[in-house]
């Protein structure tokens, strides 16, 4: 091997074993569970919003996934047997006083500071969407801005066990999803505007999902495709 090729080798490795020497684990938590009903139907609408401070983050890897288990993602909400919206309200380090399990026990919708509130409100651009289209999808951006102002109950602790750092401890960096998915077939093709604080309806579900990072010393350019592929493989575990 030339003396050029072994040292591109050798920084390879170098840079490889301080990635994973710097990742001591990844965790993944939801609010709470979703379990859609056996279905024939394989079309799905996929729309994948961030409105978060990372903007690399992405689940553009989602329609993959899915095809990969034989789904079909069209382009035409009104064509789709399953509408699945997907916002990314939070990517940062936590906070020992707020903690991931914390941010993710308010569930769906819930606020986690003034951020994820000025993120819902532009969620509901989504409407600006032409035609049919735009009323369906923009509904449920309405719904998911009236749940997090509407809701307003004290975060508790749902989670609790060795993935809550301490102080001292490792740097935790996360990134929260909020997740609905609309079963057409249940509700007339129509995706329903839920009240805030109350059980969404019928063939509607929501979740919110959190993937979290800890690191030795902060490293969001390595977190990123780390959280990306947890959520991703969240969202499409539950077909």
Do not use: W
Not at 173 to 201: K, M, R
């Amino acid at each position: 091997m030339a003396a050029g090729s072994f040292r591109g080798v050798l920084v390879g490795i170098l840079l490889s074993t301080g990635c994973a020497a710097n990742v001591r684990d990844t965790d993944l938590l939801a609010s709470n569970s979703i379990l859609l009903a056996p279905s024939t139907a394989r079309t799905v609408f996929l729309q994948n919003r961030n409105s978060s401070d990372n903007q690399d983050m992405s689940l553009t890897d989602l329609a993959s996934r899915l095809g990969a288990k034989g789904y079909q993602v069209v382009q035409d909400p009104q064509t789709a047997a399953y509408v699945v919206l997907t916002n990314i309200v939070y990517c940062n380090q936590t906070k020992v006083e707020l903690p991931v399990e914390d941010m993710v026990a308010g569930g769906y919708g819930s606020g986690i500071g003034s951020s994820i509130m000025s993120g819902l409100h532009g969620l509901t651009g989504m409407a600006s969407m032409a035609g049919p289209q735009g009323a369906l999808v923009g509904g449920a951006a309405s719904m998911g801005l009236n749940a997090a102002e509407g809701i307003g109950h004290a975060v508790g602790n749902m989670f609790g066990g060795p993935s809550r750092p301490d102080a001292n401890e490792n740097i935790n960096y996360a990134c929260i999803a909020d997740l609905q998915i609309t079963e057409l077939t249940i509700t007339g093709g129509i995706i329903p505007v839920s009240q805030p604080g109350t059980q969404p309806p019928l063939g509607v579900y929501q979740t919110r999902l959190a993937a979290s990072v800890h690191q030795k010393k902060l490293d969001e350019q390595e977190a990123t495709p780390l959280v990306q592929q947890r959520l991703s493989a969240a969202v499409a575990g539950h077909f």
